[in-house]
C-alpha cells in the first residue's frame, strides 16, 4: 500500500529529527554545524583548533608600518646552539649559513634602504679585541648594527670597545660579562639610547643551562632613515 502524501511527508519530518537528534548526541553542537554546513545551510564557524595567528615577517605577531624593518633576533644558547639573526624575513646569521661563532656576532645593515652590508664573528674568549676594535670604528653614519652573543661575548672587552658600543646607543654592554647572554640593535650616530636591547647575567643561582643564562629572544620594527643629506 502506498503512503499518501501527508504520511510521506510525516515519516521525512520523524526521519530528520532523529537525524539531528543522533548528531547533537553523538557530535555535538560543532557536528550538527557540520552536518548544516554539509547540507547546505551556512558556513560553520572555525573552531578553536581551526583558528591559528597569523605571522608576519620573521615570524612578528603583527607587521611593521611602512618604512621600518621587521626583525628577530636570538642569543646563542650556552655554547650548543648558535644565534640567528632575521631581518625583512631574511636569515641573515644562523648556523644553518654557517656563518656563527663563539662571542659576538653582528650583522651590519644599510641604515637607509634594508640592505645587507656584512656579517662578522668576533671571538670574545679566545680572539683579539683589535679585530673588533677595527670592524666598529670607520662605520658610517646611519648603519644598523645587529649584536648576538654566543657562549661567551665578553672577556676580551675593553674600555674602548665598550664604549663604542654605547656610541651605538647600548646602556648593557658597561655591564656585560662572562657568559652573559646580549641582543642588541643600534646605530651609528643614534642621538639616545637604543630601545632594542636585552641582557641576561650569568648566574648560578638562575642560570637556565649549566654554566649559561638562558637564550634571548628579541624583534620589533625599526625605522628606516631618510637619504643623508650632501
Not at 17 to 29: D, E, I, K, V
Not at 116 to 130: C, H, I, N, P, R
Request: hydrophobic share 40%; glycine share 10%.
Amino acid at each position: 500500500m502506498r503512503m499518501t502524501g501527508p504520511v510521506r511527508a510525516v515519516g521525512v519530518l520523524l526521519l530528520v529529527g532523529l537525524t539531528w537528534l543522533l548528531a547533537n548526541s553523538f557530535f555535538g553542537a560543532e557536528g550538527v554545524s557540520s552536518l548544516r554546513h554539509l547540507f547546505g545551510g551556512t558556513k560553520a564557524e572555525p573552531t578553536q583548533f581551526e583558528l591559528r595567528p597569523q605571522k608576519f615577517k620573521c615570524g612578528l605577531s603583527a607587521p611593521c608600518p611602512a618604512k621600518h624593518l621587521a626583525f628577530r633576533i636570538v642569543s646563542g644558547a650556552a655554547n650548543v646552539i648558535g644565534p640567528k639573526i632575521c631581518l625583512e624575513d631574511k636569515i641573515l646569521v644562523s648556523s644553518v649559513k654557517n656563518n656563527v661563532g663563539r662571542g659576538l656576532n653582528i650583522a651590519l645593515v644599510n641604515g637607509v634602504t634594508g640592505d645587507l652590508l656584512e656579517t662578522k664573528t668576533f671571538d670574545m674568549w679566545a680572539g683579539d679585541v683589535s679585530d673588533l676594535l677595527k670592524f666598529l670604528r670607520p662605520l658610517h653614519e646611519g648603519t644598523l648594527v645587529f649584536v648576538a652573543s654566543f657562549d661567551d661575548g665578553a672577556t676580551k672587552m675593553n674600555d674602548e670597545s665598550r664604549h663604542l658600543f654605547e656610541e651605538l646607543g647600548s646602556t648593557a654592554v658597561k655591564e656585560l660579562a662572562f657568559r652573559d647572554s646580549w641582543v642588541f640593535v643600534g646605530a651609528k650616530g643614534i642621538e639616545n639610547k637604543s630601545p632594542f636591547e636585552q641582557r641576561m647575567k650569568n648566574s648560578k643561582n638562575s642560570n637556565k643551562y649549566e654554566g649559561w643564562p638562558e637564550s634571548l629572544e628579541m624583534d620589533g620594527c625599526i625605522p628606516l632613515r631618510p637619504p643623508l643629506e650632501g
